[in-house]
C-alpha cells in the first residue's frame, strides 16, 4: 500500500505543476516550496544537531508552543528546525522564539522525504496532532529517529482503524510515544496494540493562558468602544455571518457595538457581508482617530488580530458551528473571562461541551434563540461575569500537559 501511496503522491505533484498554471492557489503552494532543499543545504551544518518539529498550521503551532518552549530549554545543545504545512501558518510564524530555522513541508513523496530527513538528520522528531505523512514517517523508521506525537486525538470512527486503514496503522509504529489529549483516544489505541501512550492533556490550555499578559492593545479600538459593550465575532462563515448581521440590524439600541472576524479574508465577501448591514460599518485597515467613534461594526480584514481582539470583548461569538465546517478556537476567547456564544454543531469538540454543561459556553440553535441569548447577556452583566469566570477557571483546572511530556523526554534523555 506504501508503494501505491506513493505513486498516487506522485501523481498528484504532476497534476498540481499542471495546474499551477490555472489557480493561483495552486501555484503559491508549489512556488512557496520550490527553494526548501536550497534554504536547508544553506542552513543545516554536519557538525549540529537538530530536533525537528512539525505542524500543520498557525493553530497546531500555538498548541505545541508550550512544549516547544521546553524542548528547547532540555535540549540546549540542539538546534530546532521548524515546518509548517500551511502558508498562513509558515507566514505569520516564520520568526518565531523557538526554531533555529523555518520552512515549508515538502510534498509527501518518498524522494522528497528520504532528502530532506538526509539532510536534517533529527535526533528526535515531533508532529503535532494529525500529522501523519506516510514517507516522512517511512524515513524517520529508517533512519531511527525517536519520534513523537503531541496532543493526538483518535477517534474510532477515524479510516485508520477501518479494515482498509491497516497500511496507515503500520506507518504509526514510526511513533516511539503518543502523547494524547484524553483516554478515549489512549483506549483506542490501546485496542490495535499501540501502548506505547499516554494522556498528555491539551497544552493549548497553557497557551491561551499566556494570552492576556501579552501586549493586546489595538489602535482607535478603545475610541470605537468607548462605554459600549463589545461583541466580538470570531472565525465566523457565511452561516454565521446571516444570523448576527440579522441581529445587528434589527437591534435598536445603541449600548454596544460589533467587530466580526471572517474566517477567510477574502475582501469581495467582506464587502458584500458590510453592504448589508445598515449601520455605519468599517475595515480595521481604515479605523482612524477621526472615524473610529462614528462607526458600531467593524470588519477585520487582516490576518493575526483576532487574539487581541479578544481582548475588547464583553461577548464572545466562534463561528463554524452553525455549519458543518468545524467550530474554530473557542478557547481564545474564553480566556478573558468572557461569556462564549457558539453554533449547534459542537460534539466533536470535548471542551466546548464540558464549558455548555457547565454553564460558561451557550449554545445557539437558529436565529431566534440566538437573538434571545445575546440580549439577555447584553441586558445581565451579573451572568456575563459569572460565565466569563467558568470558563477562566476551566481552563486553569486543565494546565500541566507540557510538564508531563517534558517529564517523560527528560527520562529518555
Not at 507566514?91 to 523555518?102: A, E, F, G, Q, Y
Not at 447577556?377 to 466569563?388: C, F, H, T, Y
Request: glycine share 4%; with cysteine.
Amino acid at each position: 500500500m506504501n508503494i501505491l501511496y506513493d505513486l498516487l503522491i506522485n501523481i498528484i505533484q504532476l497534476h498540481l505543476h499542471v495546474l499551477k498554471y490555472f489557480n493561483k492557489t495552486v501555484f503559491n503552494f508549489l512556488i512557496k516550496r520550490k527553494k526548501i532543499f536550497k534554504k536547508l543545504k544553506s542552513n543545516i551544518s554536519k557538525n549540529e544537531k537538530y530536533i525537528w518539529i512539525h505542524v500543520a498550521s498557525l493553530g497546531e503551532y500555538e498548541q505545541g508552543l508550550p512544549v516547544f518552549k521546553k524542548i528547547k530549554s532540555l535540549y540546549k545543545d540542539h538546534k530546532i528546525v521548524l515546518s509548517f504545512f500551511s502558508s498562513s501558518g509558515y507566514d505569520l510564524r516564520k520568526n518565531n522564539p523557538i526554531s533555529d530555522l523555518t520552512v515549508y513541508l515538502p510534498i509527501d513523496t518518498s524522494y522528497n522525504a528520504k532528502r530532506f530527513i538526509d539532510l536534517i538528520n533529527p535526533e528526535i522528531a515531533v508532529f503535532v496532532k494529525y500529522e501523519f505523512w506516510p514517507n516522512f514517517l517511512k524515513y524517520l523508521k529508517k533512519n531511527n529517529t525517536p519520534t513523537y506525537l503531541l496532543a493526538g486525538v483518535f477517534r474510532k470512527n477515524h479510516w485508520f482503524f477501518k479494515p482498509y486503514g491497516f497500511w496507515m496503522r503500520n506507518n504509526l509504529k514510526t511513533f516511539n510515544h503518543f502523547f494524547v489529549q484524553n483516554n478515549d483516544s489512549k483506549n483506542i489505541l490501546k485496542k490495535y496494540n499501540f501502548n506505547n501512550c499516554s494522556v498528555m492533556g491539551d497544552s493549548r490550555f497553557e497557551r491561551v493562558l499566556e494570552l492576556p499578559n501579552q501586549k493586546n492593545e489595538i489602535k482607535y479600538l478603545n475610541k470605537f468602544k468607548k462605554s459600549k459593550q463589545c461583541f466580538v465575532a470570531g472565525s465566523t462563515w457565511n452561516e454565521d455571518d446571516e444570523i448576527i448581521i440579522k441581529f445587528i440590524n434589527s437591534y435598536k439600541e445603541n449600548d454596544i457595538c460589533f467587530i466580526i472576524a471572517p474566517h477567510q479574508i477574502d475582501l469581495n465577501k467582506i464587502n458584500k457581508a458590510k453592504s448589508f448591514i445598515k449601520k455605519k460599518s468599517i475595515l480595521m485597515s481604515e479605523l482612524n482617530k477621526d472615524n473610529a467613534s462614528k462607526n458600531s461594526v467593524i470588519f477585520i480584514d487582516s490576518i493575526g488580530l483576532l487574539t487581541s481582539v479578544y481582548s475588547y470583548a464583553d461577548i464572545g461569538y466562534v463561528g463554524g458551528g452553525m455549519g458543518n465546517t468545524g467550530l474554530h478556537n473557542t478557547l481564545e476567547p474564553a480566556v478573558f473571562k468572557i461569556p462564549v456564544i457558539v453554533g449547534k454543531n459542537f460534539e466533536k469538540f470535548h471542551e466546548v461541551s464540558e464549558l455548555i454543561n457547565l454553564k460558561g459556553f451557550i449554545s445557539i440553535k437558529n436565529y431566534d434563540t440566538f437573538k434571545n441569548e445575546l440580549i439577555d447577556l447584553i441586558n445581565n452583566k451579573k451572568a456575563r461575569d459569572k460565565m466569563g469566570q467558568i470558563n477562566y477557571k476551566y481552563i486553569l483546572n486543565k494546565i500541566g500537559a507540557s510538564e508531563k511530556v517534558i517529564t517523560y523526554l527528560k527520562q529518555k534523555k
